[in-house]
């Protein structure tokens, strides 16, 4: 059975920093890209981060750009999200997903998913 379990969110001021983290277990860790999704309330997940199997392959949201960098650790079986200069728009659940192809932004290509971490970023 395929777990991912993501865990670092909480309360930050704008300007602060936060890191999540993804544990996954169940599966072949290394041969799964990696991504981040948010959603903000009323609004559709959206795409934030990937990373690709070796971590040699990393795209992003424009939004994030320069502020957040995805990670993973294949021994440890974890991928990293840290965010740093956050602002209140990144407000929203964080959820973690697997997939065996590339670092798409499409929702629907990933085939597991965590249950999501909330972040809450004050003005």
């Known amino acids: 059975q395929v777990q991912l379990v993501e865990s670092g969110g909480g309360l930050v001021q704008a300007g602060g920093s936060l890191r999540l983290s993804c544990a996954a277990s169940?599966?072949?860790?290394?041969?799964?890209?990696m991504g981040w999704f948010r959603q903000a309330p009323g609004k559709e997940r959206s795409f934030v981060a990937a990373?690709?199997?070796?971590?040699?392959?990393?795209n992003y949201a424009d939004s994030v750009k320069g502020r957040f960098t995805i990670s993973r650790d294949n021994v440890e079986k974890t991928v990293y999200l840290q965010m740093n200069s956050l602002k209140p728009e990144d407000t929203a659940v964080y959820y973690c997903?697997?997939?065996?192809?590339?670092?798409?932004?499409?929702?629907?290509?990933?085939?597991?998913w965590g249950q999501g971490t909330q972040v809450t970023v004050s003005s």
């Open positions: 997903a697997a997939n065996q192809g590339g670092t798409s932004k499409v929702r629907l290509v990933y085939d597991y």
């Open positions: 169940g599966l072949t860790f290394s041969r799964y890209t």
């Open positions: 990373i690709n199997w070796s971590g040699g392959t990393t």
